[in-house]
């Protein structure tokens, strides 16, 4: 089982930059596929970006792809999610997420564990 809290959220203009981390516990990090995930208000919980357990391949939903980039550190036990240029529907909770199962999850539902949420608000 891992642990997952998400930090970096916050406040930012439109065209703006932040950047989230996301730290997990446990020593076998690096058997999990890593994703973000986001929820805005009265929407479900769509899938944002993935990265396998290596690092190696990388994967996004179309809205952010040229924006935002995600990474991994297995030594910290770290994930990160880059975005840049940021748009006022980029407003969510951005959620961490984890999966043992698989070389690489792109579906908001196939995850196995996720964190409490970090709040991102981009105001126009």
């Known amino acids: 089982q891992v642990q997952l809290v998400e930090s970096g959220g916050g406040l930012v203009q439109a065209g703006g930059s932040l950047r989230l981390s996301c730290a997990a516990s446990?020593?076998?990090?690096?058997?999990?596929?890593m994703g973000w995930l986001r929820q805005a208000p009265g929407k479900e919980r769509e899938f944002v970006a993935a990265?396998?357990?290596?690092?190696?391949?990388?994967y996004y939903t179309d809205s952010v792809k040229g924006r935002f980039t995600i990474s991994r550190d297995n030594a910290k036990n770290m994930v990160y999610l880059q975005m840049n240029s940021l748009k006022p529907e980029d407003t969510a909770v951005y959620y961490c997420?984890?999966?043992?199962?698989?070389?690489?999850?792109?579906?908001?539902?196939?995850?196995?564990?996720w964190g409490q949420g970090t709040q991102v608000t981009v105001s126009s």
């Open positions: 997420a984890a999966d043992e199962k698989f070389y690489a999850v792109v579906d908001a539902t196939g995850y196995d564990y």
């Open positions: 990265i396998t357990r290596t690092g190696g391949n990388t």
């Open positions: 446990g020593r076998t990090f690096s058997r999990y596929a």
